[in-house]
């Protein structure tokens, strides 16, 4: 049951995108990550809502969970505002392999890890935009 409730919440994520280069892939064991590339803040956090009431309208049952009778997801969002990494040019000049170069994919994972889990200590099923004080439930 466990990997046909996987592959239902992925293909309700994976719904939702279609744009050039963005993507859904599994991050861990229940996990997700969506990759939305040239997306801003807004609309990032309206399709990560959109992508939570998919999840939550599959109606797959949860009876062990204390937040919904069905399965929802929290969500972490965090985007880069001004930067854009080209790594096309750090290849140019022969060092796309230097840490050195992301430390900005570094941070963004952080902030969206750490979005993550204020939703989840906010009580789960909801989208928190890292550096947004308010978040929304869903359900």
Avoid at 24 to 53: H, K, N, S, T
Avoid at 61 to 84: D, F, K, M, N
Wanted: proline residues 3%; contains cysteine; neutral net charge.
């Amino acid at each position: 049951m466990g990997d046909k409730c996987l592959r239902s919440v992925a293909s309700a994520l994976a719904a939702h995108v279609g744009r050039a280069g963005e993507m859904v892939a599994r991050y861990g064991g229940e996990e997700f990550a969506v990759l939305l590339p040239l997306q801003g803040d807004i609309e990032a956090l309206a399709l990560a809502e959109r992508m939570c009431r998919a999840v939550r309208d599959l109606k797959i049952e949860h009876g062990a969970s204390e937040v919904a009778p069905v399965v929802t997801v929290s969500v972490g969002v965090a985007c880069l505002r001004t930067v854009q990494i080209n790594v096309d040019r750090a290849r140019e000049h022969g060092d796309a392999d230097d840490a050195s170069d992301w430390p900005l994919m570094h941070q963004l994972f952080v902030e969206a890890d750490t979005a993550l889990y204020q939703a989840k200590r906010l009580g789960r099923n909801r989208v928190v935009l890292h550096g947004y004080p308010t978040t929304r439930r869903y359900g």
